[in-house]
């Protein structure tokens, strides 16, 4: 499997994620209560899987290595990733503010993390598309054999590193309850 391949499994994970945080947060909107383990569990996953591991490989070692390629960083469709990164970043932070005050009772936490998770879930939507269909395609095909090996020894590295033994098939557990917990209204 391509590195390139690995990082597009991981979106339709990210993908669920992004559709749970849709219904958690029209449920916010509509002023019904949410469970904040939920929430914090969301968190926990866009800041540790979708971020760290995910972002983590591409901003560490597929966009340099891209540019080595001579796909360009600044003005080109790498920074554009990059500063979508940092924009997804803010509303993550938002979230948990969000949450901290939804924690505190704050009557205004359960919108603000709404809107923050609306942004971000959109912002990703868009982003993830770009990068499936644009991105790395563009990538692999200026990736011969050793490079793609390189990245996915690399990917693997990050895989033990940040994300841990075990804790990809935690998220897949969670994200599976929450999918259930939070089924998509048509």
Do not use: W
């Amino acid at each position: 499997m391509k590195p390139t391949e690995e990082l597009k499994n991981e979106h339709e994970a990210i993908k669920i994620a992004l559709g749970i945080l849709s219904e958690i947060s029209r449920r916010l909107e509509a002023g019904e209560k949410v469970k904040v383990d939920h929430l914090e569990g969301l968190l926990e996953f866009i800041r540790v899987f979708a971020d760290r591991c995910h972002h983590g490989k591409e901003e560490g070692l597929l966009f340099p290595a891209m540019e080595k390629a001579g796909i360009p960083r600044d003005k080109g469709p790498i920074g554009v990733m990059l500063a979508e990164h940092e924009e997804g970043r803010a509303y993550v932070r938002g979230m948990a503010q969000a949450v901290e005050e939804y924690k505190k009772g704050g009557k205004t936490a359960g919108p603000d993390f709404a809107v923050n998770a609306r942004n971000y879930a959109a912002l990703l939507s868009s982003h993830i598309d770009k990068e499936d269909r644009i991105l790395y395609p563009m990538g692999d095909s200026r990736f011969p054999p050793a490079i793609q090996d390189a990245l996915g020894r690399g990917f693997e590295k990050i895989e033990e590193d940040v994300v841990g033994p075990g804790k990809h098939e935690e998220f897949r557990r969670f994200l599976h309850r929450m999918k259930n917990e939070y089924p998509r209204k048509a």
